[in-house]
């Protein structure tokens, strides 16, 4: 497991200084810092939005740095697409799938870049022999000449580690490679890494599981909020360390959860499992109480609240509102027991963009605003009026596309939108992702006041501070698993993260 | 190992099996579209009837090889008829002005226009990041006016125009005539870049997945201009074929050709969204649609019922290749999860 001995004094492969991105006004990265050396595995590491994709989309050459300096062995360079990061010798593994579902697991692997003979023409046979190695380097008995089509997504995971592996590259940099992947696939792929490591790549591993970060990697880089905080030999960090890095924030009073009286329970899930997605999770929210759903990316959060709401069925369990079960999968009669879901992209499940704000806000209720089947304009103009009033909406004219908006109005309309059904349950999915400060305060001013008059919440968000800071109760969720449960005393940030990525017991 | 090589083997006998099947089918459907018109009207395989069936189709077959480089990529260019009518005109007018021009030069003039055409089209597509359907349907409108306005109401005829260019419109080398070689020329060298050469595979890709092209390093946006101009330039040299064989061309030469083409592509099964089908299938397609044509001329089926006879064949290639998708791609996972089960 000890690291092979790399110089730490010799000239970085690859080297990023004060690297900054912004998307509109989001600053995704502000100070990216890295070296890789050869010999060297490092791990990044840092909560979602940290800023540790974009870090390696500016390396991989997907996107340009708006500032900072890049440098290869020294000299100064500058990417322009994903060509050139190539040339320079750098493999990535990208956490969006990049395959072509119509051409073979060989042609995937070499897209770009296939093995020529006599007069230029793809030398087949070479290609296929080349890809085999791979994938027998890998482990994983592939047949090369299938289509990617209907792999499963560990398989389609190893044609992208194989299409990093296909030349020789001096960086590799790998992006939550291991989240699909089972143990003896993680084993192999931690060999295979190890042999590059000795032959003099430098690699770059992302990953949300410490114990993988402590068993691969030589070093590690912290990232927060858009920045590299830290960085260290891994001998110096304890996973606890880790975790603090990550977090290391104060919480200040952004949070206003005023003290609810907490009252019946409204939802209980009762042991709801849907295959392959999250199995046996039971729980459930009261009258007046925020819940928070944590854990990580793709632990199966979302797809409860869908599966409560209706829109996935499960496969076993069921889910009461106010004592009454609901039917499966059918989103319908949850809305009509009372329950309202906001989903996590307002921009495509949310929100008609092209309508009116009037429209969008009053889109649940359009039955009772209708005589004739025609919607009486005065009617709807007043509904909507009455909660652009009560959530402080910021808006020019009501007729205005809800696309003018920012994102903070627009989510304030979706949530005019759900809360003019009068629903017992809210259903909040990453309520405040993409928001400013300003406007995210008081969308958790109005969680609060809600839940102050007897609404039931579940949230399900990805920031820390805001599960700490809003919720009652605080459920945490590891790959498709619930793995702890905390009340507002006992949760804070470490205990969190320790339920979502399984480092040590829960304390 | 044993079992993967077995496995191997299923799979590769699979896939080519739908390879194969999808261009057979053509093949098939000609086959029995000839016997049945022949039955019924024996004049219909008569040499002179096949030699114009295989004349008609040439045209349409060199427009359908353009249409599915394009369409492989996910785009579309429904200008190509539009820049055949410009084509077939430059080249007339050619002649007809001067009998002694070199041939050569006109064939180089006539698929250079078509090739500027093109490049038009390709640069509003990817560095305009207009989507191809709305570019090339200005452009069908913009060539086909442009055509009108450079015409002026003129005609060229056949007796203005010199004997050795219509020749090749009507001529055989070794009884094959010149224009069905020249298609099978074209249909064999775009084939094989397609199939063994690395920017035609990238065209695959891109169609397949345009982001991960991108990020596996596919220069896209050059490989998507090439298309893009070799379709305008095939439509280029099919203009200067159209007026080699029919003589007679004013501004609305091929108005029209450019949905036949793309129905060719589809009845050969080039899929709509890019990423799969060969050239092969689009000139059977094209050969398809015009013997369907021509038999039911023969059979004296009235002018309706040829062109819905050509509306239901596209819905029959559609709704098998759907079938056929669905088919292989439960198979592919049901092999996965006996593998995942061992």
């Not at chain 1, 030398?123 to 296929?128: A, F, G, K, L, S």
């Not at chain 2, 000139?283 to 239901?312: K, Y």
Request: charged residues 20%; contains cysteine.
């Amino acid at each position: 497991m000890t690291p092979a001995a790399f110089d730490p004094a010799s000239e970085p492969i690859i080297a990023l200084r004060g690297a900054s991105k912004s998307y509109g006004a989001v600053r995704a990265l502000r100070d990216g810092t890295l070296e890789l050396r050869a010999g060297e595995v490092r791990g990044l590491i840092g909560e979602n939005g940290a800023g540790k994709s974009t870090l390696v989309k500016v390396l991989g050459g997907v996107v340009r740095r708006d500032d900072g300096e890049m440098l290869a062995n020294g000299e100064s360079v500058d990417f322009h697409s994903p060509h050139d990061a190539r040339d320079a010798g750098i493999a990535v593994i990208y956490q969006e799938p990049t395959l072509f579902p119509d051409l073979s697991i060989a042609e995937n692997v070499v897209m770009g870049y296939h093995p020529r003979g006599a007069l230029g023409r793809i030398d087949r046979r070479t290609m296929h022999r080349q890809v085999h190695g791979l994938l027998d380097r890998l482990g994983v008995p592939l047949d090369s000449d299938r289509p990617v089509r209907g792999l499963s997504i560990a398989d389609q995971q190893i044609v992208e580690i194989a299409k990093a592996l296909s030349f020789d590259a001096r960086v590799l940099i790998m992006d939550e490679p291991t989240a699909a992947l089972s143990g003896p696939e993680v084993e192999r792929l931690f060999a295979v890494v190890r042999a590059l490591q000795e032959q003099g790549a430098a690699i770059l591993f992302i990953s949300h599981r410490l114990d993988e970060i402590q068993a691969i990697c030589g070093t590690v880089t912290v990232m927060r909020d858009g920045a590299v905080v830290h960085d260290a030999p891994i001998g110096d960090m304890t996973p606890d360390d880790m975790v603090r890095r990550m977090v290391g924030r104060e919480l200040g009073a952004l949070f206003p959860k005023q003290d609810a009286r907490i009252g019946e329970p409204v939802l209980k899930v009762h042991r709801l499992t849907r295959e392959g997605v999250f199995v046996d999770v039971s729980f459930e929210v009261r009258a007046g109480e925020i819940v928070a759903l944590a854990g990580l990316v793709g632990a199966g959060r979302s797809e409860v609240a869908r599966a409560i709401f209706g829109i996935d069925r499960a496969d076993a369990g069921h889910v009461e509102i106010s004592g009454t079960r609901l039917p499966a999968g059918r989103p319908l009669a949850a809305m009509r027991a009372g329950i309202a879901f906001v989903p996590e992209d307002r921009r495509l499940q949310g929100l008609v963009m092209d309508l009116s704000i009037a429209r969008n806000a009053t889109l649940t209720r359009m039955r009772a605003l209708t005589r004739l089947g025609l919607i009486r304009a005065g009617a709807e103009n007043r509904l909507a009026r009455d909660w652009a009033e009560r959530l402080r909406l910021r808006y020019h004219r009501l007729e205005d596309p809800v696309g003018f908006l920012s994102g903070g109005n627009q989510q304030k309309v979706v949530l005019a939108k759900w809360l003019a059904t009068e629903p017992k349950l809210l259903i909040l999915d990453e309520p405040t992702r993409g928001i400013d400060v300003g406007t995210k305060a008081e969308v958790h001013r109005l969680m609060s006041e809600l839940a102050g008059r007897g609404l039931a919440v579940l949230m399900i968000s990805s920031e820390l501070p805001e599960v700490l800071g809003m919720a009652d109760r605080v459920l945490v969720m590891r790959e498709g698993l619930l793995t702890g449960e905390l009340s507002r005393e006992e949760a804070d940030e470490e205990r969190v993260i320790r339920a979502a990525t399984g480092v040590g017991a829960a304390a | 190992m044993t079992a993967v090589a077995v496995e191997g083997a299923r799979a590769r006998r699979l896939t080519e099996w739908v390879l194969r099947v999808r261009e057979l089918g053509i093949v098939a459907a000609l086959a029995l579209l000839i016997t049945v018109t022949a039955i019924l009207e024996p004049r219909f395989i008569e040499a002179n009837s096949l030699r114009n069936l295989a004349l008609n189709a040439s045209i349409f077959a060199i427009l359908a090889v353009g249409q599915t480089l394009v369409i492989i990529t996910r785009n579309v260019d429904l200008s190509v008829g539009s820049i055949l009518g410009l084509s077939a005109f430059l080249a007339g007018d050619l002649l007809s002005g001067n009998q002694d021009m070199a041939l050569p030069l006109v064939f180089l003039l006539g698929i250079g226009l078509g090739a500027a055409c093109g490049l038009l089209n390709g640069v509003l597509v990817t560095w305009g990041q207009v989507p191809a359907l709305v570019v090339t349907l200005g452009t069908l409108y913009a060539f086909r006016g442009l055509a009108f306005l450079w015409t002026d109401g003129r005609q060229v005829n056949a007796e203005t125009l010199p004997d050795s260019f219509l020749n090749i419109g009507s001529d055989s080398i070794a009884g094959i005539p010149i224009l069905v070689l020249i298609a099978l020329v074209i249909v064999v060298l775009v084939g094989q870049w397609l199939r063994d050469y690395r920017p035609g595979r990238e065209l695959y890709a891109i169609g397949s997945n345009p982001e991960g092209a991108r990020l596996a390093g596919v220069r896209s946006d050059r490989r998507v201009l090439v298309a893009f101009i070799l379709a305008g330039a095939l439509a280029g040299l099919g203009g200067v074929l159209f007026t080699a064989r029919f003589g007679t061309v004013d501004a609305t030469a091929g108005t029209g050709y450019e949905l036949t083409v793309i129905a060719a592509a589809v009845v050969g099964g080039v899929a709509i969204f890019g990423g799969t089908g060969t050239v092969y299938g689009a000139a059977l397609g094209a050969l398809l649609l015009g013997t369907i044509t021509s038999s039911l001329i023969v059979l004296r089926v009235e002018a309706f019922w040829q062109q819905a006879a050509i509306g239901a064949l596209l819905l029959v290639a559609i709704a098998l290749d759907k079938l056929v998708a669905v088919r292989i791609e439960a198979a592919l996972r049901r092999r996965r999860s006996a593998r995942r089960a061992d």
